[in-house]
């Protein structure tokens, strides 16, 4: 007989997670997108219409990633993997923090910040562990590189990847985030239909979609209380004296 399969957590993070680390949302009303419009920065169209702001502006939020850190949650998801749970991590960020707090099984539906890549062929991708990408920087190809991130209006290629994983799911975790951007928002439709699924976030309560248990907390003391409780059982469910406290 085969070893018992382990747990499985699928984690849907996404940019609340990191705000409690320093790295602003481009919903909030300061940092970093409050004077750049989405259409002017984050778009294929800006692209081509300047893509030397758009160079600057990504440059400004790499800078800001590597002088962020890791904060309770990341390193409790961390934590909960190293003890024998498999924990599949499906980010909407485009950061490393998960990685640097320990955890091994990252999917990045939006990119990677720290990663450039060609601009003729999505395939050719370069690490940046330090400085920035510029115009005249180019690909083995002879293209320039740009971020390798999706933009607004660009395809999600690892979309049907994260479809793969949720599928899997013993248990759905949902970390900051309004399951407002498409189309990771739909990933929980991909879950079996008795996989039970959480929320955890300060406006848990009015975000959370039917049939989704709530915790309204900030990911930092939510998601370390379901850790110590998963970790603790060695299984994973909704345990009602967290939701109670």
Known sequence: MGEPARPHLVVLSGSGISAESGIQTFRASDGLWADH?????????????????????????????RRARPNAAHKALAALEKQGFRVSIITQNIDDLHERAGSRDVLHLHGEILKARSTVDRRMQYRLPRGGIALGDICDKGSQLR?????????????????????????????????????AASLLDYA?????????DPEAESLAPPGVTRLAQPAGKGV??????????????????VLES
């Open 37 to 65: 419009p989405i259409e002017e920065v984050a778009t294929p169209e800006a692209w081509r219409r300047d893509p030397e702001r758009v160079l600057h502006f990504y440059n400004l939020r790499r800078d800001q990633v």
């Open 147 to 183: 971020p390798d991130v999706v933009w607004f209006g660009e395809s999600v290629p690892h979309f049907g990847d994260a479809c793969e994983i949720v599928a899997e799911a013993d248990l759905l975790l949902v970390v900051g985030t309004s399951l407002a951007v498409m189309p």
């Open 192 to 200: 079996p239909l008795d996989t039970p699924c959480l929320l955890v």
């Open 224 to 241: 370390p209380q379901l850790v110590r409780h998963w970790k603790r059982e060695r299984r994973l469910w909704v345990p009602e004296t």
